[in-house]
């Protein structure tokens, strides 16, 4: 198998579903001549022509209402966000119009929002969000955050058959620094299904994402020390996998929940108050949340590192809890 980055499986996945059906079509700004902000659509212009990649004029309300349409009419369209920042422009047409369409009138909207995200690229306040907690309370919408080579072909391509909107966000920061060897032959990762990343027995850190390989990293620490952390890699963010969280919980009592958006009403509040209405009785210590503080994402690089959670912050909170 030929080993192939994050951002190359995106690609793929995009590629074979045109390929495989003919009612998938991308959109956004830049991703025809340009092949994308971040090249994801290169050389797709070429292959299947204007119809079915369309650049469009700088209207994310616009072209995501477009979206909304075709899918209605039937067709299974890809909008790319050049930045996930700027999703905030169509939120009204995913939040007010998509999320709710199988609930007003029963009607299928196959829409998959490509969305950027995730800093440590030195991009500032307006290029390097994680979204994920502005759409987190939105009845109607999937979330999907893959953070392997696998997982981003897999998910995106289980994202373009499903039949509601779904927000796959991909972080930036993993696009050409992480590669693996995938299977040539067809696959989906199912949506709603979290994965053990590294398996343990003492302390467990549920994260998603760029977090993934703080926590790993962090979890190497550790096991020099005699601990052993389980990491789980949620991937969907909605729905949850309730069963995932609540089995880890029982096996090691102790939880960190870990996440790049800022802290204050993010996923990890969510995730926090299940594990304390579900599994009370199991848990030998408080839930600690690390995420980044209520701020905007800084420019300058020292503090963008202040505001991103680093392996260190993951090791205190651990051996934290480990004292209880």
Known sequence: MKEITYLEAIKQAMDEEMTRDPGVFILGEDVGIFGGAFRATEGFLEKYGTWRVIDTPLSESGFTGAAIGAALAGMRPIVEMQFADFITCSFDQL?????????????ATPIVVRAPCGGNIH???FHSQCIEGYFFNVPGLKIVFPSTVYDAKGLLKAAIRDNDPVIYCEHKYLYRRIKDSIPEEDYVVPIGRARVALEGNDVSVITYGAMVYTALEAAQKLKEQGCSVEVIDLRTLLPLD????????????KVVVLHEQTKTGGVGAEVSALINEYCFDYLDGPIIRIAAPDTPVPYSPPLEEAFIPQVKDVVSAVEKLMRY
Not at 95 to 107: I, L
Not at 242 to 253: R, Y
């Open 123 to 125: 991009g500032g306040p």
């Open 242 to 253: 309730n069963k995932s969280l609540f089995d880890t919980v029982k096996k090691t009592n």
């Open 95 to 107: 939040v007010t119009v998509a999320a709710k369409n199988h609930y007003r009138w029963g009607a």
